[in-house]
């Protein structure tokens, strides 16, 4: 009997931590807050009925990883996460908000302490304006952040999965970022809208090696 309790007890605790560690990760531990607004309207799954101002959905648990959602109002996928990726926070944005009326949506991403942040743009953006050069559309949907942020393209991509497979271009600063608020805006495209995230540090430079990656970016003017 003595056995049977202490079997409940240690379940008891394991099921409590897992909970804590699971609230913990889909509340973010660097990205402590979105707000959205002025964005487009609708009804679709994953969440339901919102508006112009519905905040995203919580990030799942593992965060960014193979299966887990891309957006909250789609029921779309990641799929081949890049394994320097695997677990990274990000936001869930708004597919809907690719309408190409949607010229002043924003999206105020909160940094609870520095990182680096990286964002992933549909490659067929490449063949919409710019002369096929992605980094003017990391320009315009981040026009409201401070100009001497640095981007560079980390020559990795995600993969949605929906309807049929597209492939995003992963982007990242060339520095971490103090903690605050980022202001993200608008993507006027018919493709699939971006989504953002936040590298945890030491990650970068482990990872990644953003000295080669200078090579590649681009000061916003």
């Known amino acids: 009997m003595k056995k049977l309790i202490l079997l409940v007890v240690v379940f008891g605790l394991i099921v409590a931590y897992c909970d804590v560690a699971s609230a913990s990760i889909i509340g973010g531990s660097i ?12 009804n679709r799954p994953l969440i339901g009925l919102f508006d112009g101002n519905t905040d995203p959905l919580a990030m799942y648990f593992g965060n960014l990883r193979d299966g887990n959602p891309v957006f909250s ?54 063949g919409d304006g710019f002369d096929g050069d992605l980094l003017g559309w990391i320009d315009l949907l981040t026009y409201r952040l401070p100009c001497d942020i640095e981007w560079a393209d980390t020559g990795d991509n995600l993969t949605v999965n ?16 103090p903690a605050g608020t980022y202001d ?3 993507n006027p495209s018919t493709r699939n809208f971006y989504i953002m995230g936040t590298v945890p ?21």
Not at 31 to 42: E, F, K
Not at 162 to 176: A, E, H, I, P
């Open 31 to 42: 990205i402590t807050d979105v707000d959205r607004s002025r964005g487009q309207s609708g």
């Open 73 to 126: 109002d789609r029921t779309f996928t990641q799929k081949n996460v890049p394994a320097w990726m695997v677990g990274y926070e990000y936001v869930m944005t708004f597919n809907t908000d690719k309408a190409t009326s949607e010229v002043d949506v924003s999206y105020k991403v909160t940094l609870g302490e520095e990182a680096p942040l990286w964002i992933a743009i549909d490659d067929h953006l490449a």
């Open 162 to 177: 929906g309807d049929s497979d597209r492939q995003l271009s992963v982007f990242m600063t060339t520095t971490s970022l």
């Open 184 to 186: 993200f805006g608008l």
């Open 201 to 221: 540090e030491p990650a970068t430079i482990a990872l990644l090696g953003l000295g080669s990656l200078a090579l590649l970016r681009r000061k916003r003017s």
